[in-house]
Antibody, heavy 118, light 105 residues
Framework: QVKLLQSGAALVKPGDSVKMSCKAS????????IHWVKQSHGKSLEWIGF????????NYNEQFKRKATLTVDKSSSTAYMEFSRLTSEDSAIYYC???????????WGQGVMVTVSS | DTVLTQSPALAVSPGERVSISCRAS??????MHWYQQKPGQQPRLLIY???NLASGVPARFSGSGSGTDFTLTIDPVEADDTATYFC????????FGGGTKLELK
């Protein structure tokens, strides 16, 4: 069955970076684009960007263009997101999700809680 | 950005029918999808392309609408349906509604 397994929670200091992973299983990794979504505490969902595991091509929400970097490792079927220059506003849960083109996100990872605190 | 507007909360009794609305600031054809999120869990796909039931989702859930106005209906509501429901559009990049928290009386 399709699974997206994300890395564990992270506690980081303001100004630092964090890199989180999303390991896919149960399907051919390069057949589906992976999106990343932010959910701040008690709030809605914001689209960060996506990466095409086949080509490595990316597309970012303008709001996160200088904040997020998306990469993949095809050999391990893993997608990564690095978030840089962290502030308290970046404290949130971050999800990866598989895109069932051209429509919905049909499978989601369990989320990574990132806490930015000194 | 295409802004999606949902009412923040609803309360219904088990066995009743509930409709959750989502209005888009511009037309999105049928590129509207619905997710359920329970506390501490990731979102779960319920409805895609406005009215198509996702795999494994009970037939109590249904979706309708096109253009700018969409509705998720649960009939009948069960206790396990307590959750927050989000709409999402995928025509103009990807944006989500603010979520509707469904509580049972």
């Amino acid at each position: 069955q399709v699974k997206l397994l994300q890395s564990g929670a992270a506690l980081v200091k303001p100004g630092d970076s964090v890199k989180m992973s999303c390991k896919a299983s149960g399907y051919t990794f390069t057949d589906y684009i992976i999106h990343w979504v932010k959910q701040s505490h008690g709030k809605s969902l914001e689209w960060i960007g996506f990466i095409n595991p086949y080509s490595g091509g990316t597309n970012y929400n303008e709001q996160f263009k200088r904040k997020a970097t998306l990469t993949v490792d095809k050999s391990s079927s893993t997608a990564y997101m690095e978030f840089s220059r962290l502030t308290s506003e970046d404290s949130a849960i971050y999800y990866c999700a598989r895109w069932q083109q051209p429509y919905c996100f049909d499978y989601w990872g369990q989320g990574v809680m990132v806490t930015v605190s000194s | 950005d295409t802004v999606l507007t949902q009412s923040p909360a609803l309360a219904v009794s088990p066995g009743e029918r509930v409709s959750i609305s989502c209005r888009a600031s511009e037309g999105v054809n049928s590129y509207m999808h619905w997710y359920q999120q329970k506390p501490g869990q990731q979102p779960r796909l319920l409805i895609y392309k406005a009215s198509n039931l996702a795999s494994g989702v009970p037939a109590r859930f249904s979706g309708s609408g096109s253009g700018t106005d969409f509705t998720l209906t649960i009939d009948p509501v069960e206790a396990d349906d307590t959750a927050t429901y989000f709409c999402q559009q995928s025509l103009n990049d990807w944006t989500f509604g603010g979520g509707t928290k469904l509580e049972l009386k």
